[in-house]
C-alpha cells in the first residue's frame, strides 16, 4: 500500500483576491475542521491542499485541480472536500463528467455548504441538481455582462486597457451606465503613430502576406510603440481591429452581413469617425484568450477619426481569412535536439526548418536558420544556414569525448572560470564600449534613411542605400558580439554541489547515450550545455560554469 493511499484532499478556489469573506484561508480551514469532525484528527493534520486563486469556475482547466486530479487517478486519495459545489465548477457537463469519474476511482466528494457526499445515492442526486442552478447562475450573469455591454455600446465610450497603436486615450466626461457613474474616455490621435498603421495596411494590401509585411518593417526600421520589432501576431492584431476602420458604407455593410449586432445606425456611419467593438474576445483565466467570431460583437460609431477607408479595412479581412484557410500548418515535433540552445552570431535564435528529404538512416533533413534572417529576409542578418543533423551529431559527439575524462574536463572548467572571475571589470568595459559604438552606427543609419526620400534617382541615392545596408550588417555584427559577451559575463564558478552533480551527469550521458530517446538526449544536452553560438562557419559550444570551453 502506498503511504498516502488514503489520504484526503481539500480543494479551494476563489476568482480573485479580495482579502475578506468566502477567502482561500477560510475555505480551506472549514474543510479541515469537517475532515477533524468526520474522519478524526489524523486525517485532518495529513489532508493535502489545492489552491487555485485567480481561476473562474468556468471549466476545469486550472493547474492545482489538474494535479488534485492525478493524485486521485494514481489512487492517491481517498475522498475530495469543498467548502461549496461552485469551488468545483459552474459547468454542468464538466460537473457530471467528474463526478462519474471520481465514482469510478472509488474517491468520494464532499461538499460541506450544500452537506453533499456522493457516498449515498440521494447525495450524488442532490448534488447533480444544485449543479444545474450553479449552471443557471453563471448564464445569468454572462447575459447581465452582455447587457452592460449593450449599455456601453450606446456610450461609444472606450473601455481603456492597451490603447491601440495610433492614439491615447483621453478622460473627457462622465456617463451613466446600469445606474452607475461612470469615467467616459475618447480616443484621440498620435500623427506619428497613425502613419505606421496606414503604413502596415499599405504594406500587407501589397504583399497579401503577414510575413512579407513583417520584414519590409524590419528592413525599414518601423518599430512599436516600446521599441520591439513588431511580429506577425502584433501586425494580425492591428490589421483585425475595426478600431482603425472608417465607420462608412462598406464597413456598415460588413457588419450587417455577418449580422453583428450594431448599436449605431447608418446614418452614424458618416465617413469620418471609426468604430468601438465591443465582446471580441473571450478571456477567462485558465486559459489562452480566444477570438470570438464577428457575429458575437457588439459594434458602435465611436468618437476617434478612423484611419483605413472601409474598403481596405474589409479587403483585408478577407485576405487574412483567406490566407489561414491555406496557412501552412508547422510540424509540432521535430527530430532537432539543440532547439532552444542555439543562437546566431547576431543575437537571434536559431529554429530548425525541415526539408522534405530523408537520410540514408530515414531521418529527416533539416538545418538551422536565424529566426532574425528569416523575419528580415536577410536584411539584419545574411549568416549561412547550419546542416542539423551534422550538427546534431558533432554535439553529441563532443559531449561523449568530453565525458570519457570527466574529472580532468571539470578541473579545466574550474580553472577557467576562475581566470574569468578575474577579468569582470575588463568584460564589462568591453560591453559599454560596444553599446556605444552600436548607438553610434544607429545614429548614422537614421541618418542616411532620413536623407534618402530626399534624394533624386541617381548615383548618390545608390550610393546612400548601399551604406545604409553595410550599416545594417554592422549593427548587426556589433549586437552579435555585445550578445556573445553578455552570455560570458556574470556567471560563478561551480560549487561542489554542481561538481558532483556534472560528474555524474558526464558519467551516465557516456555509457547510456545510445538508448536515450530523443527526448532524454535534449534534457541530458541542456543540463550540460549552457548555448552554442554560430557564426557561419564554425559552432561554438559554451557550458554549464564555463567561460570558454568549445
Aim: one cysteine or more.
Amino acid at each position: 500500500m502506498r503511504e498516502n493511499e488514503n489520504r484526503i484532499a481539500i480543494y479551494s478556489r476563489k476568482s480573485k483576491f479580495t482579502g475578506r469573506g468566502e477567502s482561500i484561508g477560510n475555505q480551506v480551514d472549514m474543510c479541515r475542521e469537517y475532515i477533524l469532525a468526520h474522519y478524526g484528527s489524523e486525517q485532518a493534520e495529513s489532508a493535502v491542499v489545492y489552491e487555485d486563486e485567480g481561476f473562474s469556475g468556468g471549466n476545469l482547466n486550472r493547474p492545482d485541480f489538474r494535479r488534485m486530479m492525478k493524485a486521485a487517478r494514481s489512487r492517491q486519495l481517498r475522498a475530495i472536500i469543498v467548502y461549496r459545489l461552485d469551488r468545483i465548477s459552474r459547468n454542468i457537463s464538466d460537473f457530471s463528467g467528474l463526478i462519474e469519474e471520481l465514482s469510478r476511482l472509488d474517491v468520494a466528494f464532499v461538499s460541506i455548504r450544500e452537506q453533499f457526499d456522493t457516498a449515498t445515492p440521494m447525495g450524488r442526486a442532490m448534488m447533480y441538481i444544485a449543479s444545474v442552478f450553479s449552471q443557471l447562475e453563471r448564464e445569468t450573469i454572462a447575459e447581465r455582462i452582455r447587457d452592460n455591454m449593450h449599455e456601453l455600446a450606446k456610450t461609444g465610450r472606450w473601455l481603456g486597457g492597451v490603447t491601440p497603436t495610433g492614439y491615447a486615450s483621453e478622460s473627457v466626461r462622465s456617463v451613466t451606465v446600469d445606474g452607475k457613474t461612470r469615467k467616459a474616455c475618447r480616443l484621440t490621435l498620435i500623427p506619428e503613430e497613425a502613419e505606421i498603421v496606414r503604413t502596415i495596411f499599405r504594406l500587407f494590401l501589397a504583399a497579401d502576406s503577414l510575413t512579407g509585411t513583417e520584414a519590409e518593417l524590419i528592413k525599414r526600421r518601423i518599430v512599436t510603440k516600446n521599441g520591439k520589432h513588431f511580429t506577425r501576431f502584433s501586425i494580425r492584431a492591428i490589421l483585425q481591429n475595426p478600431v482603425y476602420a472608417v465607420a462608412d458604407s462598406d464597413t456598415y455593410r460588413y457588419f450587417t452581413d455577418r449580422e453583428t449586432e450594431l448599436f449605431s445606425g447608418p446614418e452614424a456611419f458618416d465617413g469620418q469617425h471609426g468604430l468601438i467593438a465591443y465582446n471580441r474576445t473571450d478571456q477567462e483565466k485558465g486559459r489562452a484568450t480566444a477570438c470570438l467570431p464577428v457575429s458575437e460583437w457588439i459594434v458602435c460609431v465611436g468618437q476617434h477619426p478612423g484611419l483605413i477607408p472601409g474598403a481596405s479595412w474589409v479587403k483585408v479581412q478577407s485576405m487574412l481569412e483567406r490566407n489561414r484557410q491555406k496557412a501552412f500548418r508547422k510540424p509540432r515535433t521535430n527530430e532537432a535536439l539543440l532547439t532552444g540552445l542555439i543562437y546566431c552570431r547576431c543575437g537571434g535564435r536559431m529554429y530548425p526548418k525541415l526539408s522534405s528529404r530523408k537520410t540514408a538512416e530515414g531521418k529527416t533533413v533539416f538545418a538551422y536558420v536565424c529566426k532574425m534572417k528569416e523575419r528580415s529576409q536577410g536584411s539584419l542578418c545574411r549568416e549561412r544556414n547550419v546542416s542539423g543533423n551534422t550538427l546534431d551529431a558533432e554535439v553529441m559527439q563532443q559531449v561523449q569525448t568530453l565525458a570519457c575524462d570527466a574529472e580532468r574536463f571539470i578541473a579545466r572548467m574550474a580553472q577557467s572560470r576562475r581566470l574569468c572571475t578575474g577579468d569582470q571589470a575588463e568584460h564589462e568595459e568591453s560591453l559599454a564600449a560596444l553599446h556605444r559604438e552600436r548607438s553610434e552606427a544607429q545614429r548614422r543609419l537614421t541618418g542616411l534613411v532620413d536623407s534618402l526620400a530626399d534624394l533624386p534617382d541617381g548615383a548618390a541615392r545608390s550610393l546612400v542605400a548601399r551604406r545604409i545596408d553595410e550599416l545594417h550588417r554592422e549593427c548587426a555584427a556589433l549586437e552579435g558580439r555585445m550578445h556573445e559577451l553578455s552570455g560570458t559575463t556574470g556567471r560563478q564558478a561551480l560549487d561542489e554541489a554542481e561538481f558532483g552533480r556534472m560528474l555524474r551527469l558526464l558519467g551516465s550521458f557516456r555509457e547510456s547515450a545510445a538508448r536515450m530517446t530523443l527526448q532524454q538526449q535534449r534534457s541530458a544536452l541542456r543540463a550540460v550545455v549552457q548555448r552554442i553560438i554560430w557564426d557561419g562557419q564554425r559552432a561554438e559550444v559554451i557550458l554549464h560554469g564555463a567561460a570558454d570551453q568549445t
